[in-house]
């Protein structure tokens, strides 16, 4: 049975890597994050005695499907622009971030709901800076990394006249 397993994830890892590339550690992660908070979900809502429905479970699992659709999009932005500015020959001297950035807010905030949930399952089980932390970051990318999240244009440089 053990080999099973491992020939089994052998297969689906390399379908993923080959199907998804450079993004499978994004897909793997976002995959694992939903997975656990919609286990520690349900896990909080059998011990707060909180009924399981299912509208709430088909709302949420649609909801679940719109990060997916996101990070799609996101992926999908890293590959249609460079091929569509360069049909304009521009070139940019970046790879489009787009993909990874939306993945990593997904994975961020997946895992602040999943610290919400082990903490009114289990009460003071995780430090709290753990969830500080998290909303920091998630934070910090809604911002696009400026501190009060506006676009500073760059100041201009005071220009020293020479008395010569």
Known sequence: MEKEIKLLTAIIGGLGASFFGAYAPIFVCVIVAIVFDVVTGLIKSKIKGIPISSEKGTIGFWRKMALFLALFFGVFLDVFF????????ITLPF???????????????????????????????????IKKLLKGAGDSID?????????????????RHSTK
């Open 82 to 89: 460079p091929i569509l500015l360069g049909t304009v020959d």
């Open 95 to 129: 790879k489009m971030p787009i993909g990874t950035v939306v993945g990593c807010y997904i994975v961020i905030n997946e895992s602040i709901s999943i610290i919400e949930n082990i903490n009114q399952a289990a009460p003071n089980s995780l430090p709290s800076w």
């Open 143 to 159: 911002k696009g990394g400026q501190e009060d999240g506006k676009d500073k244009p760059d100041k201009p440089k005071a220009r």
